[in-house]
């Protein structure tokens, strides 16, 4: 597989605080734009063990990877079913979301891929969405119907599972909804201590925020409601501020709700990761670009932490 053409260099990183609270969270004042000519670009995963960014180019259909020793980047997997996010698990194995495929997969350590999930009550999911894993076991995911509304990310075609919903598989395969009454939920994290779940809902351009009760869900109140745009990712970071993908940028928020600042972008923002040995490199990817800079923080834990409980 040939090599792509590598960084396209980088811009200023714009911060705006509107928080008092938002001092000391910074990076390093250099946007780096690590590689750019994808279609839509989202789902990125960092990989402490393999030094690599995996990230969809959802309507090439492709799978990209870029290689933090070389700042090279290829094509990981093309075909790719028409992936969008991505996690690690607890074993550090990629979990996939496939609009395509209209599946949740696990890439297994040989190479082969498990099906996660792909039906419910005989009815094919829509297209998944973003999925995060726990130390347990357990794998969440939502199902937005963005990839059958058009050919455009997948394959034009209707629900067939009564909506768009949030859904748990636990390590037996038993899949189930954990919460029914969403627009469009699409980015999902849990807080540090696995307590709360947030769900963004694009459609609503909101933040919810539920309570884990084992292996169900409480509350669902809004946390955030984006004023640029709609939210799609986000991701904690080590002091259990959420960042959430937006139109203009990024989106800091202090665990109470408030908005700290934002990190400017020049592309709409779909997702984003913390990687990194140290895990304190943001990596964005943000409409036809994959973006990173170092930050003043880090990410907050992952469940394959060898701490992870
Ligand atoms: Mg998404």
């Not at 980047?73 to 790719?80: D, H, L």
């Not at 939920?185 to 009760?213: C, H, K, M, Q, W």
């Amino acid at each position: 597989m040939p090599l792509l053409e590598p960084l396209a260099g980088t811009v200023p990183a714009v911060w705006e605080k509107l928080d008092d609270r938002f001092a000391g969270i910074r990076g390093d004042g250099r946007l780096e734009r690590l590689w750019t000519g994808g279609r839509w670009l989202e789902g990125p995963v960092y990989s402490p063990a393999g030094r690599y960014v995996l990230f969809s180019d959802i309507p090439n259909d492709r799978i990209l990877r870029w290689d933090e020793t070389s700042y090279q980047i290829s094509e990981y997997r093309n075909p790719a079913g028409n992936t969008n996010g991505h996690t690690l698990d607890q074993e550090g194995r990629l979990v996939s979301c496939e609009h395509g495929n209209r599946r949740v997969t696990r890439t297994e350590h040989d190479g082969s891929i498990t099906v996660l999930a792909s039906h419910r009550d005989g009815g094919r999911l829509n297209s998944p969405n973003d999925v995060v894993a726990r130390a347990d076991g357990t794998v969440w995911f939502t199902d937005p119907a963005y990839g059958i509304d058009s050919d455009y990310e997948g394959f034009k075609g209707s629900i067939e599972v009564g909506g768009c919903h949030v859904y748990r598989v636990d390590p037996d395969g038993t899949l189930a909804v954990v919460a029914d009454d969403f627009n469009r939920p699409n980015g999902l994290a849990f807080s540090n201590d696995g307590s709360l779940l947030y769900v963004t809902d694009t459609e609503e351009a909101t933040i919810r925020v539920f309570r884990v009760d084992g292996s169900t869900l409480s509350g669902g109140e809004l946390f955030a409601e984006c004023g640029n745009g709609a939210f799609d990712g986000i991701r904690l970071d080590s002091e259990g501020r959420v960042w959430g993908a937006a139109a203009d940028g990024v989106h800091v928020y202090h665990p109470d709700g408030t908005l700290l600042g934002k990190l400017l972008v020049p592309e709409t923002v779909s997702n984003l990761c913390f990687g990194g040995a140290k895990r304190n490199r943001l990596f964005l990817t943000a409409t036809t670009s994959l973006y990173s800079l170092f930050t003043t923080v880090n990410g907050g834990p992952q469940p394959y932490d060898t701490t992870a409980t």
